[in-house]
């Protein structure tokens, strides 16, 4: 296996904490759309994030009419009922302030992307949903600030696109997470093995987005040097599908 060069750093800080293969695992406790567009939901979810000492909360960040076409109505029905304004993302990070939590989010479209930046958020992330991108990926990543990538739809070819892409960017605080966009996630299908192939390769900071049931992937991850876990939570269990 080639390693590829990169500038890209190996260890970096997100508002204070630093992240690298000498440091405790990052833990993002990713909360979002389970607020089902109630900002008092919001806050709860930060702080059972707090009370389970995650170091950062991640919730996602959207306009449905700047993210889906009018022709899909649908779609406008259903993911509209999961947003927040985008200023009460202003008041939950303020809210994160206070519990002594970061605040991150995920934006999912420019104009978000372009609110977050006024916020002076400590870090980004970019979900899997963003695959092929690359356009809007290096946006984000000359924003200026940590990026964080899931890779759940990437194949080994794509995942060297996205280095050559942060590698070009100038900015060095970039490092990707291990992820299978399937929800829940068959334990079977995790492979682990890919935090290893990762580090191996790229030689940056690697994690691990879970989307398994349970503790046990996670903890195995870790165990295997993940050095960041996001993990979902929610107050909504058996919600049905079509909310």
């Known amino acids: 296996m080639n390693k590829i060069s990169t500038k890209l750093n190996h260890t970096f800080s997100i508002d204070g904490r630093l ?7 990052y833990v993002i406790a990713e909360a979002g759309v389970a607020h089902f567009g109630s900002f008092e939901k919001a806050l709860e979810l930060v702080d059972i994030a707090v ?30 009922t999961k947003a927040l304004p985008y200023a ?10 206070e519990k002594d939590i970061t605040f991150l989010a995920t934006a999912h479209e420019e104009k978000a992307l372009d609110y977050l930046t006024k916020l002076d ?15 809007f990926i290096e946006m984000v990543l000359n924003r200026g600030r940590p990026v964080i990538v ?8 794509d995942v060297d696109i996205l280095f050559a892409i942060a590698t070009n960017s100038g900015n060095p605080d970039f490092s ?10 068959d ?11 990762f580090r191996s390769k790229y030689d940056v900071v690697v994690g691990y987005s879970d989307h398994t049931v ?6 195995a991850a870790v165990a295997l040097g993940a050095k960041i876990i996001e993990k979902h939570i929610t107050l909504d269990f058996d919600v049905p599908d079509a909310q």
């Open 150 to 157: 899931s890779t759940g739809l990437y194949n080994d070819s």
């Open 176 to 185: 990707i997470l291990h992820c299978v966009t399937s929800y829940p996630t």
């Open 19 to 25: 992240l690298g293969n000498s440091e405790p695992t």
């Open 214 to 219: 349970g503790t046990h992937i996670s903890l």
């Open 121 to 135: 958020v400590a870090a980004y992330k970019i979900g899997s949903g963003e695959y092929l991108n690359w356009p």
């Open 51 to 80: 009370e389970a000492n995650a170091d950062a909360v991640k919730f996602q960040i959207f306009d449905v009419d700047q993210l889906i076409a009018k022709e899909s109505s649908y779609w406008k029905t259903r993911l509209g």
């Open 187 to 197: 334990p079977q299908y995790v492979d682990l093995n890919v935090i290893n192939k």
């Open 88 to 97: 009460a993302f202003a008041d939950i990070k303020s809210y994160c302030q």
